[in-house]
């Protein structure tokens, strides 16, 4: 029963009047522009400013936006019950169960777990085959085990008794991404309270693996041939108002293993050393890798993890390291990547040259990650309507670059963007993570006009008339 309402976004071809991705209909916007169309648009900003200006006047729209507001209170305790659920890596399951019955409660109704694990909450547009996706991450980036209890400024555990104001509120995970969750919420509730009707469908979707070795593996299996339909989609992550990603910032990420005999560090001495062979070719990639990223689009690596052997006194048999390249542009990331194997190798067999005996060593280089860069054009709709909602608000949006789910939409030509999560944090990563409501609201109301600019409104309820811009 409840995989329904999904699967009607599978009858791409089956449902009449398809709207073009490439109309990129915004719905509201799109008919604005169209009673617009006798005056000569000087600037391109001016009428999205003016089209999000009237939306967010629309009487649903401001109820919703009152609603938003008034659910910040609320979202306290979701927040901390959210982060309290550990959500590690490829162990997502019990965050996601609790995620689809609080998103089921915000009014969705019918809200799945799909086979990779991501949940889905599908509110119906008004028939339309045309989708807008809102997406968070339900995973972290910190291991099963890890304390992840949310405390006051005082390190104190924070009872939820009392609230914090701006103070901060320390966990790992509770801004990256459980934030993204709550924002989720808060969008659906204010969209239910507010009985708002769009035009388009809104898929809520709380993705599995976006971090690190998940390699997006949720919003990747979403998007997959003979998946939803997708036309557009948002992504909530990242803390920082102003900034619209528009840009992906493409990874490979490697786990590269040297292996060799082994032996007693005295008796076998002499013999092949995958450690130092290791060592050699980390410290020959930095010095050559350094002089390469000095020029060009940004593009970045690091050895996050080396590991392997067996003891002190042992010869190891393995040592490993764990690489993650990445760049803006995708030919600069392919030639780094050249640079990596082939420095590697060349390593190794120097080491292999040097041996007075035994085995040679052996080099693996194994992929556990790979994102595709991309850019999504700033005069897209989307991305426009969404440095739009940031001037709304009194800020000047920046555009910029990231590794979210929005890649894996960016490389299949889908629009799709990046936005924040609302409030102020810091310590991302870390075991020092925090989060403070400091202008929550904000970030709330901002993705919230966003979301409905590009899915389009209908006419408030009491004007009857589905096709009637007048309540705008
Ligand atoms: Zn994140």
Same mark, same amino acid.
């Given at each position: 029963m409840p995989m329904e309402t999904v699967r009607e976004l599978f009858k791409r071809e089956a449902a009449s009047g398809i709207v073009p !991705? *490439? !109309? !990129? =209909? &915004?719905g509201v916007l799109l008919l604005l522009a169209l009673l617009l169309s006798a005056r000569v648009i000087a600037d391109e900003g001016t009428d999205y400013d003016l089209a999000l200006k009237h939306l967010a006047t629309h009487p649903d729209v401001s109820a919703a936006l009152a609603a938003v507001v008034r659910l910040e209170t609320t979202n306290i305790e979701r927040l901390i019950e959210l982060t309290e659920i550990a959500a590690p890596p490829f162990q997502e399951q019990t965050r996601a169960r609790r995620f689809a019955e609080l998103l089921d409660e915000a009014g969705l109704g019918n809200v799945e777990i799909d086979t990779e694990g991501n949940v889905l909450g599908l509110r119906r547009g008004d028939g339309r085959a045309y989708t807008v996706a809102v997406v968070a991450h339900l995973d972290t980036v910190f291991p099963a085990g890890t304390d992840v209890r949310v405390r006051g400024e005082d390190q104190? =555990?924070?009872? &939820?008794?009392g609230k914090p104001g701006d103070a901060r509120l320390y966990a790992p995970g509770i801004g990256d991404n459980a934030r993204g969750l709550v924002l989720l919420l808060t969008l659906a509730e204010a969209l239910t309270d507010a009985e708002v009707s769009t035009q388009s469908n809104i898929l809520f979707v709380g993705s599995v693996g976006e971090e690190g070795t998940g390699d997006l593996r949720g919003i990747k299996y979403l998007l997959r041939d003979g998946g939803p339909r997708i036309d557009e989609l948002i992504a909530i992550d990242g803390g920082n108002d102003e900034r619209v990603l528009n840009q992906a910032i493409g990874s490979h990420r490697y786990r590269i293993v040297i292996t060799g005999p082994g032996g007693h560090s005295w008796g076998a001495f002499g013999m092949a050393n995958p450690a130092h062979a290791l060592a050699s070719a980390i410290h020959k990639f930095d010095a050559v890798a350094r002089e390469f990223v000095r020029e060009g689009p940004r593009t970045t690596y690091n050895i996050g993890k080396v590991g392997g052997g067996t003891s002190v006194n042992a010869v190891p048999f393995e040592s490993w390291a764990e690489v993650d390249l990445r760049s803006e542009n995708s030919e600069r990331l392919f030639e780094l990547d050249t640079l990596l194997k082939k420095t590697f190798h060349n390593a190794v067999d120097a080491h292999n040259a040097l041996r007075d005996r035994g085995a040679a060593l052996v080099l693996d280089i194994a992929t556990i990650g790979k994102r595709p860069s991309g850019v999504v054009d700033p005069k897209t709709p989307l991305v426009q309507r969404a440095m739009a909602s940031v001037r709304h608000y009194g800020l000047s949006p920046v555009l910029g670059s990231g590794s979210t789910d929005a890649n894996a939409a960016i490389a299949q030509g889908i629009p799709a963007t990046t936005i924040s999560r609302g409030g102020v944090s810091g310590g !991302?990563? *870390?075991?020092?993570e925090w989060w403070s409501s400091e202008n929550a609201e904000l970030g709330s109301k901002k993705a919230l006009l966003l979301l409905l600019a590009s899915a389009g409104v209908l006419p408030a309820a009491e004007t009857g008339a589905r096709v009637d811009l007048r309540g705008l």
């Open positions: !991705a *490439s !109309a !990129a =209909i &915004g104190e =555990i924070f009872r &939820g008794d !991302a990563h *870390s075991l020092k």
